[in-house]
Nanobody, 115 residues
Framework: QVQLVESGGGLVQPGGCLRL?????????????MGWYRQAPGKSRDLVAS???????NYADSVKGRFTISRDNAKNTVYLQMNSLKPEDTAVYYCNAVSNSRSSWGQGTQVTVSS
């Protein structure tokens, strides 16, 4: 099962930017889909963005036009570029990988958007 480690979270003011990174323990080239999820206190864990092996991307409506998911196969890393951040983006962000029908999760990284 692939191991995932997220980084890049922190405190940012509304309108600011952050880039999250998800480093995988093995090549991501063959992973079927990688995604970013988020979970705010008292709420469910929801999909933010996904990136399929062929390059197709999907985004939650709430982040379209502001967030971008990308990958660097050479570094076995997936990124989430977050621009124009809003207080409602505050959550723990988790990286997910689905490979050979197995789902793996990282430990999460906190993103707080506040003035």
């Amino acid at each position: 099962q692939v191991q995932l480690v997220e980084s890049g979270g922190g405190l940012v003011q509304p309108g600011g930017c952050l880039r999250l990174s998800c480093a995988a323990s093995e090549s991501i080239f063959s992973i079927s889909v990688m995604g970013w999820y988020r979970q705010a206190p008292g709420k469910s864990r929801d999909l933010v963005a996904s990136l399929f092996r062929g390059g197709t991307t999907n985004y939650a409506d709430s982040v379209k036009g502001r967030f971008t998911i990308s990958r660097d196969n050479a570094k076995n890393t997936v990124y989430l570029q977050m621009n124009s951040l809003k207080p409602e983006d505050t959550a723990v962000y988790y990286c997910n990988a689905v490979s050979n029908s197995r789902s793996s999760w990282g430990q999460g990284t906190q993103v707080t958007v506040s003035s």
